[in-house]
C-alpha cells in the first residue's frame, strides 16, 4: 500500500519560538489518518519540536544532511544526529540545494544510502528547470536524476524511499504544474524505478511539490500517481497547513 504523505518544507524559515508557535497551534488539530503529516523544519528546531510532537502521528523531517558519519566537516550534520534527536525524514536533493550548493547526482546519492543504513527515510528530490522543460528534456533529465541518485540501492530499501517530483520552474513561483502533467511526471518516474528495482515500483510514495496550495491540493491528490505533496510556501501557516493535510474535508 502507497502511503499518502503531506510534507511541509519550511526550509530557513521559523525561529525556535516560532516554530514552537506553530506545533503547539496544532497539534491537537484531529489529522486525516490516512495521511502521513510530516513538517521538515530547520536544524534548530527540530529538536525543541519533537518533544512537541513526541505523543502524536506528526513526523518530523530535516531538510539536509551529510553522508559522513562525523570527522572534520565544519558546518555539517549527521544521520546519526538526526536520528538521535528523533527525526524520520530528511529531504534530499532539494532543487535549491542542488543550485546554490553545488550538490551533484552523485552527492545525492551518497545522501540516499547514508540515510537508509541510518533508518532515516529520505525524500528524493528531483525535478527539470525551465529551459529542460521548453527544450522538452525534461524525462530525460529526471530519468538521470533518478537513476544517478539510487545507484547501489537494494530492492528491501528501496521499499523505504519517498521520492517527490518538483519542477524547478514552479517552486515558489505561483505556477503550479497541471495535476495532469504533474501526474504524467510522476507515473514516468514509477516506470524509471519500475526498471530498475522491479514491482517495488508500485508501493513506493512519490509526491507532487512546487505551488502547493489548499486550493489545488484536492485536483493534485485526485491523480491516479500523485501520493502526496512536498510544500513550502503554504506550510508556514498553522491553518493553511491544517486545512492542506485535511484537503478531503
Ligand atoms: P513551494 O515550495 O510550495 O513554496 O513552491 C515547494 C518546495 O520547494 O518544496
Known sequence: MRKSIIAGN?????????AMLFANEIKDSSFSKEVEV????????????????????????????HY?????YTGEISASMLKDAGITYVILGHSERRQYFGETDE?????????????LIPILCVGETLEEREASKEKEVIAQQVQKA????????????????????????GKTATSEQANEIIAFIRMQVKE?????????????GGS????NIFDIMAQSDIDGALVGGAALKPESFVKLVNYKE
Request: aromatic letters at 8%.
Open 107 to 119: 552527492i545525492v546519492n551518497e545522501k540516499v544510502k547514508k540515510a537508509l543504513e541510518k533508518e
Open 212 to 215: 502547493v496550495k489548499p486550493e
Open 38 to 65: 510530516v513538517i521538515c523544519a530547520p536544524f534548530m528546531a527540530l529538536y525543541p519540536l519533537q518533544s512537541v510532537f513526541k505523543d502524536t502521528t506528526v513526523k518530523l523531517g530535516a531538510q539536509n544532511m
Open 10 to 18: 519550511w526550509k530557513m524559515n521559523k525561529n525556535i519560538e516560532e
Open 150 to 173: 539510487l545507484v547501489g540501492i537494494s530492492e528491501e530499501d528501496m521499499k523505504k524511499v519517498v521520492i517527490a517530483y518538483e519542477p524547478v520552474w514552479a517552486i515558489g513561483t
Open 196 to 208: 530498475l528495482f522491479g514491482e517495488v515500483s508500485q508501493d513506493i510514495s512519490i509526491l507532487y
Open 68 to 72: 559522513k558519519d562525523n570527522g572534520a
